[in-house]
């Protein structure tokens, strides 16, 4: 693991507190930049976001899914749980802790809020990091790209309808076109410039040029990029934060019982299909993991720079790393 991943957390925390910092000195002048807008795309957000999610599109090689027959089950238990389980139970914990358990300490329209940024995280599968996770539990390779190629190409048609019926059952009424222009802006461009990319490079240059040089050219931006958003998020959840400290700790319980329920989901259910570790591991890693920087992006389309929603997506981003990496020491010590 490259030492940014490695220490994700850390970065976090530090951006947190600079964010804050920001807000607290610059103040009004902050709040500019949420009105940069074209339609109901935030400008400066957008390119940020795309600096983060190009280098994970340009990886992804569609061409794998010619072999997804060769480990049909494994990827038939992504599938399954990516898009027919974890969703609706990221939305279920999100409703029985920020609305049932959290009433006496959080407002209704806060609870609101953070449950729709749970549901935005639940609704969006890893991408990139699983390639991280898998490699760590010693994953087969071939699986790991099939399997998130798969996921990419559904989330261009499932993201928007789930997160829609997701949200309207729980009273947060978005409009069909915000959710669309957002998928489109943050997931269909990305995603087509990277595949043009990876295929005219691959045919100029070829594969050990790509992975050698261009992918690392490409990483630097991507750090700054999630760094540089997240300091915006926390200049404007700032004071939020500052009045309400344990918003934080609230926001992440549920988030982190999810995750190790639909790990320990997945992983009981590959052992039940009769996996191979190669394949169980990674299937297991890809369920619990979320694709967080397009969570952040549509949070903050959405519902704007300094609401609950987007705070959520952050704190998403903040536990990812601790917890996934004691998911592959799970994994790792019930090698089979």
Avoid at 57 to 71: P, T
Avoid at 269 to 289: E, N, T, V, Y
Wanted: hydrophobic share 60%; glycine share 6%.
């Amino acid at each position: 693991m490259k030492f940014f991943e490695k220490y994700l957390t850390a970065w976090v925390l530090l951006c947190i507190a600079t964010g804050i910092l920001v807000g607290k000195l610059l103040g009004s002048a902050v709040s500019i930049l949420e009105s940069w807008q074209l339609y109901t795309i935030n400008i400066p957000v957008a390119i940020l976001v795309w600096m983060m999610i190009y280098p994970m599109m340009v990886q992804i090689d569609f061409s794998s899914i010619a072999n997804v027959s060769k480990n049909w089950k494994g990827l038939a238990l992504t599938v399954t749980v990516n898009w027919l389980i974890k969703p609706f139970t990221m939305a279920l914990f999100g409703w029985i802790f920020f609305k049932n358990i959290y009433a006496a300490w959080i407002s209704p329209d806060d609870a609101e809020q953070y449950l729709a940024g749970a549901i935005l995280l639940g609704a969006a599968p890893c991408t990139a990091m699983v390639f991280v996770w898998s490699y760590l539990v010693k994953g087969d390779a071939n699986y790991t790209l099939v399997q998130v190629s798969v996921n990419d190409l559904i989330l261009l048609v499932a993201f928007v309808p789930i997160v829609k019926w997701l949200l309207g059952v729980t009273n947060i009424e978005i409009p069909y076109e915000v959710l669309i222009s957002s998928v489109l802006v943050f997931v269909v461009i990305p995603l087509l410039a990277g595949y043009i990319t990876y295929r005219i490079l691959i045919k100029r240059k070829g594969m050990e040029w790509f992975q050698q040089k261009f992918l690392p050219t490409l990483r630097p931006f991507s750090i700054l990029a999630l760094l540089t958003t997240l300091i915006l998020l926390f200049a404007f959840q700032g004071e939020q934060i500052l009045k309400q400290p344990y918003t934080i700790l609230l926001i992440a319980f549920p988030l982190i019982l999810q995750t190790y329920f639909i790990f320990i989901i997945s992983w009981l259910s590959g052992r039940i299909l009769r996996l191979s570790h190669a394949i169980c591991a990674p299937a297991a890693m890809i369920g619990a993991s979320n694709f967080f920087e397009l969570a952040v992006a549509v949070a903050i389309s959405l519902f704007g720079l300094n609401s609950g929603a987007s705070l959520a997506t952050v704190v998403g981003v903040l536990i990812e790393v601790p917890i996934m990496l004691s998911l592959v020491t799970l994994a790792n010590r019930w090698r089979y």
